[in-house]
Antibody, heavy 126, light 108 residues
Framework: EVQLVESGGGLVKPGGSLRLSCAASGFTFSSYSMNWVRQAPGKGLEWVSLISRSSNYIYYADSVKGRFTISRDNAKNSLYLQMNSLRAEDTAVYYC???????????????????WGQGALVTVSS | EIEMTQSPATLSVSPGERATLSCRASQSVSSNLAWYQQKPGQAPRLLIYGASTRATGIPARFSGSGSGTEFTLTISSLQSEDFAVYYCQQYNNWPPWTFGQGTKVEIK
Protein backbone atom coordinates (compact mmCIF):
# COMPACT_ATOMS: atom_id res chain seq x y z
CA GLU A 1 0.00 0.00 0.00
CA VAL A 2 1.36 3.40 -0.99
CA GLN A 3 1.76 5.69 2.00
CA LEU A 4 3.02 9.25 2.27
CA VAL A 5 3.34 10.74 5.74
CA GLU A 6 4.25 14.39 6.25
CA SER A 7 5.78 15.79 9.42
CA GLY A 8 7.45 18.95 10.64
CA GLY A 9 4.57 21.38 10.49
CA GLY A 10 3.89 23.91 13.22
CA LEU A 11 3.68 27.55 14.25
CA VAL A 12 6.49 29.84 13.16
CA LYS A 13 6.98 33.61 13.26
CA PRO A 14 7.22 35.66 10.07
CA GLY A 15 10.75 35.51 8.73
CA GLY A 16 11.34 32.16 10.39
CA SER A 17 12.19 28.75 8.95
CA LEU A 18 10.68 25.30 9.00
CA ARG A 19 11.55 21.97 7.40
CA LEU A 20 8.86 19.57 6.29
CA SER A 21 9.49 15.88 5.71
CA CYS A 22 7.51 13.28 3.83
CA ALA A 23 8.17 9.60 4.51
CA ALA A 24 7.23 7.31 1.63
CA SER A 25 6.49 3.61 1.70
CA GLY A 26 4.79 0.92 -0.35
CA PHE A 27 6.46 1.82 -3.66
CA THR A 28 9.89 2.31 -5.21
CA PHE A 29 10.44 5.91 -4.13
CA SER A 30 13.42 6.48 -6.42
CA SER A 31 11.29 5.75 -9.49
CA TYR A 32 8.96 8.71 -9.08
CA SER A 33 9.12 12.47 -9.19
CA MET A 34 7.59 14.05 -6.11
CA ASN A 35 5.71 17.26 -5.44
CA TRP A 36 4.71 19.60 -2.67
CA VAL A 37 1.23 21.12 -2.99
CA ARG A 38 -0.28 23.52 -0.47
CA GLN A 39 -3.74 24.66 0.50
CA ALA A 40 -4.36 27.86 2.43
CA PRO A 41 -7.26 27.74 4.91
CA GLY A 42 -10.54 27.63 3.02
CA LYS A 43 -8.78 27.99 -0.33
CA GLY A 44 -7.91 25.83 -3.31
CA LEU A 45 -4.83 23.82 -4.22
CA GLU A 46 -1.54 25.48 -5.19
CA TRP A 47 1.41 23.54 -6.59
CA VAL A 48 4.64 24.51 -4.78
CA SER A 49 7.55 22.44 -6.05
CA LEU A 50 8.60 19.31 -7.94
CA ILE A 51 11.77 17.24 -7.75
CA SER A 52 12.58 14.57 -10.31
CA ARG A 53 13.46 11.01 -9.36
CA SER A 54 17.23 11.64 -9.32
CA SER A 55 16.98 15.29 -8.27
CA ASN A 56 18.15 16.30 -11.76
CA TYR A 57 15.20 18.61 -12.28
CA ILE A 58 13.69 20.91 -9.69
CA TYR A 59 10.92 23.45 -10.19
CA TYR A 60 9.33 26.02 -7.90
CA ALA A 61 6.25 28.18 -8.00
CA ASP A 62 7.12 31.84 -8.37
CA SER A 63 5.53 32.50 -4.97
CA VAL A 64 8.20 30.45 -3.17
CA LYS A 65 11.21 30.69 -5.48
CA GLY A 66 14.34 31.76 -3.62
CA ARG A 67 12.82 30.98 -0.22
CA PHE A 68 11.92 27.27 -0.37
CA THR A 69 14.21 24.35 -1.21
CA ILE A 70 12.98 20.89 -2.16
CA SER A 71 15.22 17.86 -1.74
CA ARG A 72 15.00 14.10 -1.42
CA ASP A 73 16.96 11.20 -0.03
CA ASN A 74 16.18 8.08 -2.04
CA ALA A 75 18.11 5.88 0.40
CA LYS A 76 15.76 7.02 3.16
CA ASN A 77 12.61 7.12 0.99
CA SER A 78 12.11 10.70 2.09
CA LEU A 79 11.15 14.04 0.58
CA TYR A 80 11.87 17.40 2.20
CA LEU A 81 10.86 21.03 1.93
CA GLN A 82 13.06 23.62 3.60
CA MET A 83 11.07 26.80 4.02
CA ASN A 84 12.90 30.03 4.85
CA SER A 85 11.82 33.66 5.15
CA LEU A 86 8.29 32.51 5.86
CA ARG A 87 5.41 34.92 5.38
CA ALA A 88 1.83 34.99 6.64
CA GLU A 89 0.66 34.03 3.16
CA ASP A 90 2.62 30.76 3.40
CA THR A 91 0.15 29.57 6.04
CA ALA A 92 -1.36 26.41 4.62
CA VAL A 93 -1.62 22.65 4.78
CA TYR A 94 1.32 21.25 2.84
CA TYR A 95 0.82 17.95 1.03
CA CYS A 96 3.46 15.77 -0.54
CA UNK A 97 2.16 14.08 -3.67
CA UNK A 98 3.56 11.42 -5.98
CA UNK A 99 3.79 12.28 -9.65
CA UNK A 100 2.41 9.41 -11.70
CA UNK A 101 4.66 10.45 -14.61
CA UNK A 102 6.40 8.36 -17.24
CA UNK A 103 9.56 8.24 -19.32
CA UNK A 104 9.71 7.75 -23.06
CA UNK A 105 12.43 8.15 -25.64
CA UNK A 106 14.93 9.21 -23.05
CA UNK A 107 12.71 11.97 -21.66
CA UNK A 108 10.55 11.98 -18.59
CA UNK A 109 7.19 13.67 -18.34
CA UNK A 110 5.21 14.82 -15.35
CA UNK A 111 1.54 13.98 -15.24
CA UNK A 112 -1.06 13.93 -12.50
CA UNK A 113 -0.53 13.34 -8.80
CA UNK A 114 -1.80 9.89 -7.91
CA UNK A 115 -1.08 9.60 -4.19
CA TRP A 116 -1.14 12.29 -1.53
CA GLY A 117 -0.12 12.44 2.11
CA GLN A 118 -2.49 13.60 4.84
CA GLY A 119 -0.85 17.01 5.00
CA ALA A 120 1.13 19.08 7.50
CA LEU A 121 -0.20 22.41 8.77
CA VAL A 122 2.19 25.34 8.68
CA THR A 123 1.05 28.50 10.44
CA VAL A 124 3.06 31.69 10.06
CA SER A 125 2.02 34.20 12.67
CA SER A 126 3.54 36.49 15.26
CA GLU B 1 0.96 30.04 -17.10
CA ILE B 2 -2.25 28.22 -17.97
CA GLU B 3 -5.26 29.36 -15.98
CA MET B 4 -7.93 26.80 -15.11
CA THR B 5 -11.49 28.01 -14.49
CA GLN B 6 -14.15 25.77 -12.97
CA SER B 7 -17.88 26.28 -12.98
CA PRO B 8 -20.12 26.49 -11.14
CA ALA B 9 -18.47 27.37 -7.84
CA THR B 10 -21.19 25.44 -5.99
CA LEU B 11 -23.55 22.80 -7.34
CA SER B 12 -26.59 21.74 -5.33
CA VAL B 13 -27.74 18.24 -6.24
CA SER B 14 -30.09 15.69 -4.71
CA PRO B 15 -28.80 12.17 -4.01
CA GLY B 16 -29.35 9.95 -7.05
CA GLU B 17 -29.28 12.85 -9.47
CA ARG B 18 -26.65 13.57 -12.11
CA ALA B 19 -23.95 16.19 -11.53
CA THR B 20 -22.04 17.92 -14.31
CA LEU B 21 -18.94 19.96 -13.48
CA SER B 22 -17.03 22.08 -15.98
CA CYS B 23 -13.39 23.06 -16.30
CA ARG B 24 -11.96 25.44 -18.88
CA ALA B 25 -8.30 26.03 -19.69
CA SER B 26 -6.96 29.40 -20.86
CA GLN B 27 -5.18 27.59 -23.69
CA SER B 28 -5.19 24.05 -25.02
CA VAL B 29 -3.96 21.37 -22.62
CA SER B 30 -4.73 18.53 -25.06
CA SER B 31 -6.00 15.66 -22.88
CA ASN B 32 -3.51 16.34 -20.09
CA LEU B 33 -6.11 17.02 -17.47
CA ALA B 34 -6.90 15.40 -14.13
CA TRP B 35 -9.79 15.61 -11.70
CA TYR B 36 -9.47 15.29 -7.93
CA GLN B 37 -12.01 14.90 -5.14
CA GLN B 38 -11.41 16.41 -1.72
CA LYS B 39 -13.58 15.85 1.35
CA PRO B 40 -13.33 18.08 4.43
CA GLY B 41 -10.19 17.43 6.43
CA GLN B 42 -8.84 14.96 3.87
CA ALA B 43 -6.20 15.03 1.17
CA PRO B 44 -7.24 15.24 -2.47
CA ARG B 45 -7.86 11.93 -4.24
CA LEU B 46 -7.17 11.36 -7.91
CA LEU B 47 -10.36 10.49 -9.79
CA ILE B 48 -9.61 10.94 -13.49
CA TYR B 49 -6.46 11.42 -15.56
CA GLY B 50 -5.91 11.85 -19.26
CA ALA B 51 -9.24 13.72 -19.23
CA SER B 52 -11.26 10.49 -19.28
CA THR B 53 -9.41 7.57 -17.62
CA ARG B 54 -10.61 6.59 -14.17
CA ALA B 55 -7.91 6.11 -11.58
CA THR B 56 -7.59 2.82 -9.74
CA GLY B 57 -10.61 2.02 -7.59
CA ILE B 58 -12.76 4.89 -8.82
CA PRO B 59 -16.41 3.87 -9.37
CA ALA B 60 -17.84 3.85 -12.87
CA ARG B 61 -20.37 6.58 -11.98
CA PHE B 62 -17.49 9.05 -12.36
CA SER B 63 -16.65 9.92 -15.96
CA GLY B 64 -14.56 12.59 -17.61
CA SER B 65 -14.70 14.01 -21.10
CA GLY B 66 -13.28 16.79 -23.23
CA SER B 67 -10.02 17.89 -24.78
CA GLY B 68 -8.29 21.11 -25.69
CA THR B 69 -9.80 23.77 -23.47
CA GLU B 70 -13.18 22.38 -22.38
CA PHE B 71 -13.61 19.51 -19.94
CA THR B 72 -16.45 17.92 -18.01
CA LEU B 73 -16.64 15.67 -14.96
CA THR B 74 -19.94 13.83 -14.68
CA ILE B 75 -21.19 11.93 -11.66
CA SER B 76 -24.05 9.85 -13.01
CA SER B 77 -25.96 9.20 -9.79
CA LEU B 78 -24.75 11.03 -6.74
CA GLN B 79 -24.12 8.98 -3.63
CA SER B 80 -23.83 10.46 -0.14
CA GLU B 81 -20.06 9.97 -0.18
CA ASP B 82 -19.71 12.06 -3.38
CA PHE B 83 -20.53 15.37 -1.73
CA ALA B 84 -17.16 17.07 -1.75
CA VAL B 85 -15.04 19.65 -3.57
CA TYR B 86 -13.73 18.75 -7.01
CA TYR B 87 -10.63 20.23 -8.64
CA CYS B 88 -9.31 20.02 -12.17
CA GLN B 89 -5.57 20.23 -12.91
CA GLN B 90 -3.61 20.62 -16.11
CA TYR B 91 -0.26 18.96 -16.68
CA ASN B 92 0.29 19.86 -20.31
CA ASN B 93 2.39 22.99 -19.87
CA TRP B 94 4.59 23.01 -16.78
CA PRO B 95 5.85 24.46 -14.63
CA PRO B 96 3.62 25.44 -13.02
CA TRP B 97 1.06 22.69 -12.68
CA THR B 98 -2.18 24.58 -12.22
CA PHE B 99 -5.47 23.76 -10.56
CA GLY B 100 -8.94 25.18 -10.96
CA GLN B 101 -10.46 26.96 -7.98
CA GLY B 102 -12.77 24.02 -7.25
CA THR B 103 -16.46 23.17 -7.46
CA LYS B 104 -18.28 22.27 -4.26
CA VAL B 105 -20.99 19.65 -4.73
CA GLU B 106 -23.48 19.99 -1.91
CA ILE B 107 -26.70 18.27 -0.95
CA LYS B 108 -29.81 19.96 -2.27
Amino acid sequence: EVQLVESGGGLVKPGGSLRLSCAASGFTFSSYSMNWVRQAPGKGLEWVSLISRSSNYIYYADSVKGRFTISRDNAKNSLYLQMNSLRAEDTAVYYCARDRGYCSGGRCYSTDFDYWGQGALVTVSS
Amino acid sequence: EIEMTQSPATLSVSPGERATLSCRASQSVSSNLAWYQQKPGQAPRLLIYGASTRATGIPARFSGSGSGTEFTLTISSLQSEDFAVYYCQQYNNWPPWTFGQGTKVEIK
